[in-house]
């Protein structure tokens, strides 16, 4: 397993354990609510992050640093990767591979599910690097 994909893995392992739950009816937004240990009284405590998601309204802040925890530690992984083949490479390999970059030939999504900006991109050689070989990589496997 390339070290993007076990950071996204650990990563999602976080996201899965913290205290959260989807609901699109009430019986399932009063079952989430009793798994966090909420009486369905107290919807004032209730967070929503999105998409029918919902947490505590205590656990904001924590969930806000996880995140912000991840990205950290996802670029620190990027400024340590001095020539863009080591994680660099490992991460645009595993997202172009999950944005069909093989398929359709584009790397907007890519870029965009990294959070990516083109100035990013042009500013930083090594994620040029790292990009072109992954491409040259997917690209190589069609032949």
Known sequence: MNSYTTMKKKHQ?????????????KEQLYEG??????????TDKLGSIGAGGYI????KESFKAMF?????????AIQAD?????????????ELDDHEYGYIGDIEDTLNALGITEEDF???????????????????RRY
């Open 13 to 25: 392992e976080e996201v899965n354990a913290f205290p959260m739950f989807f609901a699109f009816s």
């Open 33 to 42: 609510m009793e798994k966090l240990g909420l009486d369905k009284k107290d």
């Open 56 to 59: 505590r309204k205590a656990d």
């Open 68 to 76: 912000a925890r991840h990205e950290e530690e996802r670029q620190a």
């Open 82 to 94: 001095s020539t863009g083949d080591g994680f660099i490479f490992d991460m645009f390999l595993c």
């Open 122 to 140: 042009v500013n930083n050689p090594r994620l040029v690097h790292g990009l072109e070989a992954a491409a040259t990589a997917i690209d190589s």
